[in-house]
């Protein structure tokens, strides 16, 4: 059976991660910008794909895996990036992981009861939220690294305090709405 357009943009997505990160490892010149160029088309692949998965009936096993895995690796990358590079700390990451991980192990357990959890309102506005961020902090880096404005530093700090917020949010909002679960699994 021929892959469906939906899967071929997921995998398009993770494609794009090495080359994202390709283009701020080589330094090129306006290595920020490609890769804003890049992070930006990979983050409206994964608009478009879900749209196509649910629009023309294209919802399969391998996509259900594969892209929100896709989405959650290109986010990670680019924040590896910024703490590499010193323009977000470790500990606003390790939020981010810890929820991903919080979240996925839920679903695991959820799923071996026969339930399914569903994205939430909450974890689509944290993914949204954090995927205009990081173009932000993209589109800023320059001035953050080179201390160029003070306007820049603190847009900065706004964006990681958005992305760390929006993320215990969901998490918090996953793990209260399905508590059922884990005392069932106890």
Not at 71 to 78: E, F, R, S
Not at 86 to 102: C, D, N
Not at 127 to 154: D, E, F, K, Q, R
Request: charged letters at 15%; glycine letters at 6%.
């Amino acid at each position: 059976m021929p892959m469906n357009t939906a899967n071929k943009l997921t995998i398009l997505r993770v494609v794009m991660i090495p080359a994202f990160l390709l283009v701020l490892y080589l330094d090129v010149p306006c290595a920020n910008y490609w890769a804003l160029a890049i992070f930006a088309a990979a983050s409206v692949t994964d608009t478009l794909d879900g749209y196509i998965a649910r629009h023309y009936n294209q919802i399969t096993d391998f996509g259900k895996f594969m892209d929100p895995l896709a989405d959650k690796c290109l986010v990670v990358a680019a924040m590896l990036w910024f703490v590499e590079a010193g323009q977000m700390p470790a500990w606003a990451l390790l939020v981010v992981i810890i929820r991903e991980f919080g979240v996925s192990g839920l679903r695991m357990v959820a799923a071996d009861k026969g339930r399914v959890i569903a994205a939430g309102w909450s974890g689509k506005v944290k993914t949204a939220a954090t995927m205009v961020c990081v173009c932000i902090m993209l589109i800023i880096s320059p001035l953050v690294y080179s201390g160029g404005g003070n306007w820049a530093s603190a847009l900065n700090l706004i964006c990681i305090a958005v992305i760390v917020l929006t993320t215990i949010y969901s998490g918090v909002e996953y793990f209260m709405k399905n508590a059922d679960i884990l005392a069932e699994a106890k």
